[in-house]
């Protein structure tokens, strides 16, 4: 027989879990989403509530520390905008309801765009609400039918919902219309790029939480919503290759794909291209599969093999229709890489986490990817001056919500279109419970890796893993895939040891190994409170190999900052840092390069002896190879575009060759 007290605290129990799961429908999803849900919460099923409350007294007292702490994690999400929260998951689009005001209206002119070949173009909204308030907001919908979509209910015993397709892009009516509260009138102006479907406008009050829907505008449409858009070059498995891949709505029962190139100034020849895309059903859990899909359209890659060194080539993208009419991009120039171990000026970009903003300032609060767009322009300024750019992970953060890998490949076309723009995985392309990745948190939003290895082409041997190697001149890049374990004995190990072991250091003396999480050092707040300084198992697996094959520097992403440490080993300075290193070397310098647009990770405030420069501000890091010898280092700002950081490295083939701290080959006696 129960206690009084214990039927007491019973009851209680369940009050407190009823109003836990009331919370939790919105909480749920958004932390579901970022991946800020606690791993101890993981596993909890909200759908099915009712049986996880009825358990054994002894359950009970874990199950209010549960719900207390969940509350309090929920707290924080909403009080910390912009820790990588989805801006769309903001949105309870599955709650919305018809509450159509034949009084309101919504207009977007004009109602064709790209007339002469843009992929991107500026409409006017103009709308009015006779009951106007500080919720109200403007949904972009592509699909324009979205509210004739069928949508499936959650289970038998509820209604299907009125929606459920979420938008592609959304802000607030009263967005720079300081009168609306009183007038009901506003106006808008959206950027839209082309992404295969036309698009309505719709207003909606209630908030993002408890949306009604109050009135939909005409439809607009680009002109060829199907053409050709955004291509992406990369390198390919050779050093003479390089891959275009680019987004169109033909299918290849429609037309077939196809790259017009060749040398500037010379004949031009075709190369066929391969085309993928993927379906609802290869993602992997919501957003990714519900409110979030979006089809990808298709997805084509074309191979320009037998480069010529250095290179100039103009290319353009075309489709050949089945009634014999074809269809071209506008043109494009690239130049080809160096030769492996050519004496000649090779400047590399490298950054992590930038993701996509929008340019008319919608959806983000101005908080969520604050220094995207500004890292992206920074480097179409100095684009004559980069050959190459290494995107080391959480590429756009679309989280489950297809639509925003258009826009992300929109954002870097000029970057991504002119030099190879090579991209590694992170936690916001591939993790997902239960399906392999080495951690099984929920910051894919049910991608599992799947958009990115289909948007982008990479050189490894199997793209799902995505780690590889890629050559350009004088450097090696070895770019390891942290979503996968790294340890001793595994695949991944053999790859990255294979990468660092086999390059030949008199043609390409700059060995670069990079990832995505922190596999070295950090001095971030959240790595201090977990008592580690880099990702847990993270150089202990690997410093013997940075150290044995004298690896010169170690790039990561993941903590939004930037981090420079001296020559370390074994967290300890082999040599003292400094703007100038010369002669054999000592030990790897690591940086975390990872505030390239995601809102910034704090630093510890405790002193760190290994780490010599910080920057709580947004940026990335260029690298140029003069010569076999002679190595730039430099740290930008976003802002600014200015110089903040800088080394050299100074160092000849017998530099490379000496021995130092753990990395002397064995030697004999015989003569």
């Not at 009084?103 to 064709?112: K, L, Q």
């Not at 939003?445 to 893993?465: I, M, S």
């Not at 110089?643 to 000849?652: K, L, Q």
Request: charged letters at 20%; aromatic letters at 14%; a neutral charge.
């Amino acid at each position: 027989m129960r206690h009084p007290f214990q039927l007491i605290l019973q009851k209680f129990i369940t009050v407190i879990g009823k109003i836990a799961a009331f919370f939790l429908g919105d909480c749920y999803n958004r932390l579901r989403i970022s991946g800020r849900c606690p791993h101890f919460l993981v596993s909890v099923s909200v759908g099915n509530s009712s049986g996880f409350w009825r358990r054994s007294s002894s359950m009970s007292m874990r199950l209010l520390w549960v719900a207390v702490t969940w509350l309090a994690v929920c707290a924080g999400a909403r009080a910390g905008r912009g820790s990588g929260e989805q801006p769309l998951s903001r949105i309870a689009v599955e709650r919305t309801v018809l509450a159509v005001d034949g009084s309101a209206h919504v207009r977007a002119s004009p109602s064709v765009l790209g007339l002469t070949g843009q992929n991107s173009e500026w409409v006017d909204v103009e709308f009015f609400h006779p009951n106007p308030s500080n919720d109200d907001w403007i949904g972009v919908f592509s699909p324009a039918n979205f509210s004739a979509a069928i949508c499936e209910p959650e289970n038998n015993r509820q209604y299907p919902p009125v929606l459920c397709t979420a938008p592609i892009k959304y802000q607030f009516a009263n967005f720079k219309n300081d009168g609306y509260n009183k007038t009901g009138k506003g106006y808008l102006k959206l950027q839209l790029i082309n992404q295969r479907e036309d698009f309505s406008f719709a207003l909606f009050s209630g908030g993002l939480l408890t949306p009604k829907l109050i009135a939909i505008s005409n439809k607009v449409a680009f002109a060829n919503p199907k053409a050709p858009v955004y291509p992406r070059l990369a390198q390919g498995k050779s050093w003479n290759e390089m891959t275009v891949t680019w987004t169109s709505g033909y299918d290849i029962t429609e037309a077939v794909p196809f790259v017009q190139w060749g040398e500037k100034g010379g004949r031009r020849s075709l190369s066929p291209a391969g085309t993928l895309t993927f379906d609802r059903n290869s993602m992997c859990g919501a957003p990714a599969r519900t409110v979030g899909w979006r089809h990808p359209g298709y997805i084509h890659t074309s191979y320009l093999k037998d480069l010529w060194p250095d290179s100039l080539y103009i290319y353009r993208l075309g489709h050949r229709l089945m009634n014999g009419t074809h269809i071209w991009s506008k043109s494009y120039i690239f130049k080809a890489s160096p030769y492996p171990g050519e004496d000649s000026l090779q400047r590399v970009v490298i950054f992590g986490d930038m993701g996509k903003a929008e340019a008319d300032g919608s959806n983000e609060f101005n908080n969520f990817q604050p220094g995207s767009l500004n890292t992206t322009y920074q480097i179409i300024r100095d684009l004559e001056n980069i050959d190459m750019v290494v995107h080391i992970g959480d590429i756009c953060y679309a989280n489950g919500y297809l639509s925003q890998w258009d826009q992300f490949t929109a954002q870097i076309e000029p970057i991504a279109s002119t030099v190879p723009y090579m991209i590694g995985s992170g936690n916001h392309e591939r993790d997902w419970p239960g399906t392999g990745s080495f951690y099984g948190n929920l910051d894919s939003g049910g991608e599992c890796g799947v958009p990115a290895q289909t948007v982008f082409y990479t050189p490894a041997e199997n793209r799902a893993k995505f780690w590889y190697a890629t050559d350009y001149g004088m450097f090696r890049f070895c770019i390891a895939h942290t979503e996968e374990d790294w340890r001793p004995g595994t695949e991944q190990y053999k790859f990255i040891e294979q990468c660092l072991s086999s390059v030949d250091r008199q043609k390409q003396p700059w060995l670069i190994f990079l990832a995505h999480r922190v596999l070295g050092y950090s001095s971030c707040a959240y790595y201090e409170s977990e008592g580690t300084f880099e990702e847990p198992m993270g150089r202990e697996a690997l410093q013997e190999l940075w150290q044995k094959y004298k690896v010169d520097l170690a790039f990561y992403g993941h903590v939004h900052n930037y981090e420079r440490t001296c020559p370390v080993y074994q967290s300890q300075c082999v040599v003292n840092a400094s703007n100038h290193y010369s002669g054999p070397f000592q030990a790897t310098t690591h940086v975390v390069v990872g505030g390239a647009g995601a809102s910034l990770s704090e630093f510890t405030t405790s002193k760190i002896q290994w780490s010599y420069f910080t920057d709580f501000d947004f940026g990335f890091v260029k690298l140029t190879a003069f010569n076999h010898s002679s190595l730039l280092f430099e740290y930008k700002k976003s802002s600014d575009g200015k110089v903040y950081d800088h080394f050299t490295i100074s160092r000849d083939y017998r530099d490379i060759l000496a021995c130092s701290v753990d990395n002397c080959p064995r030697t004999t006696l015989a003569t």
